[in-house]
């Protein structure tokens, strides 16, 4: 039985579908259904019920779940490990950052790090949230960056940086001469945003809610720099964590807006595989980053 096999299972249960599993997998439905059914055929039991929509579990289908689940990750944690004492010998730590922190928070703690450390080699990754999460489980990244990090019993989380909100604009809009705004003002705006279900537009979203504000995205991206680039040629206005636009903002080329009701802010985080091991250079990096030292 191959880990990969178990893993194509367990999404399926968890999704509820053979096209969602099959595409999380990059396989065609008839390969995922193929997979399930040697799984039955080895185990000599049903293991889910085709005839419900969506597609649900059996008895022995849950039992098997939950056993997979187990495999899987100690698997993981084995994996953890194996990279751990890897990158200790080989005196080197991997982190994984979202675009936005990797180019703009963490060059500064990677600076102070090589100063105290200067014989380890430091590799950074950019990654999706999603990405990262899943490279961290499973002991590729020893490090991992996110906005909006997530609780997770598998994860130990640290806080890095709560980053301000500010409205951006291009020069030309009328806002741009404006020091402060309501955050209500952007309902009536052309509001370009990031893509659904991306961590920060959620986080914004919940924003928008409590102010109970109701904004429609003419554009969405899921990235901090293709918003930019859309803002400066005027498509319409964003909200964004300040530490991205310093560049555009000496250049002229995007002007900054606070928002008058609070101190809005989008947090981010450190997420590190609880239980991996670390050598002294880690656990000094670690730190470094929640400023515990």
């Given at each position: 039985m191959h880990i990969e096999t178990l893993k194509i299972f367990c999404d399926l249960v968890e999704l509820r579908s053979f096209l969602k599993a099959a595409e999380k997998h990059l396989l065609s439905q008839s390969a995922v259904s193929q997979q399930l059914a040697q799984l039955e055929l080895r185990h000599k039991c049903q293991l889910v019920n085709r005839k419900k929509r969506p597609i649900e579990p059996t008895k022995e289908g849950q039992l098997f779940y939950g056993a997979a689940k187990d495999v899987l990750e100690r698997y993981a944690q084995l994996r953890s490990d194996l990279n751990a004492l890897k990158s200790a010998g080989a005196s080197r730590i991997n982190i994984a950052a979202i675009y936005s922190i990797g180019m703009h928070s963490l060059p500064d703690y990677v600076k102070k790090f090589m100063v105290s450390y200067p014989d380890v080699n430091v590799?950074?990754?950019?990654?999706?949230?999603?990405?990262?999460?899943?490279?961290?489980?499973?002991?590729?990244?020893?490090?991992?960056?996110?906005?909006?990090?997530?609780?997770?019993?598998?994860?130990?989380?640290?806080?890095?940086?709560?980053?301000?909100?500010?409205?951006?604009?291009?020069?030309?809009?009328?806002?741009?001469?404006?020091?402060?705004?309501?955050?209500?003002?952007?309902?009536?705006?052309?509001?370009?945003?990031?893509?659904?279900?991306?961590?920060?537009?959620?986080?914004?979203?919940?924003?928008?809610?409590?102010?109970?504000?109701?904004?429609?995205?003419?554009?969405?991206?899921?990235?901090?720099?293709?918003?930019?680039?859309?803002?400066?040629?005027?498509?319409?206005?964003?909200?964004?964590?300040?530490?991205?636009?310093?560049?555009?903002?000496?250049?002229?080329?995007?002007?900054?807006?606070?928002?008058?009701?609070?101190?809005?802010?989008?947090?981010?985080?450190?997420?590190?595989?609880?239980?991996?091991?670390?050598?002294?250079?880690?656990?000094?990096?670690?730190?470094?980053?929640?400023?515990?030292?």
């Open positions: 590799h950074i990754e950019y990654l999706s949230s999603v990405q990262i999460y899943e490279s961290v489980l499973a002991g590729d990244i020893d490090i991992g960056l996110v906005a909006v990090p997530k609780k997770d019993k598998r994860l130990n989380v640290y806080d890095f940086e709560d980053e301000p909100l500010v409205l951006v604009c291009s020069p030309k809009h009328s806002l741009a001469g404006q020091r402060q705004v309501d955050i209500h003002h952007v309902q009536f705006e052309r509001f370009i945003g990031f893509e659904k279900n991306t961590p920060t537009r959620i986080w914004i979203d919940g924003i928008f809610q409590r102010y109970n504000i109701i904004v429609r995205p003419v554009m969405e991206f899921d990235n901090v720099e293709t918003i930019k680039r859309a803002v400066e040629i005027n498509s319409g206005i964003s909200i964004l964590p300040q530490t991205v636009i310093p560049q555009e903002v000496s250049s002229g080329t995007i002007k900054a807006v606070e928002l008058s009701n609070e101190t809005f802010v989008r947090p981010t985080g450190i997420i590190v595989r609880k239980g991996k091991l670390f050598g002294k250079a880690g656990r000094y990096c670690i730190e470094m980053l929640s400023k515990k030292t």
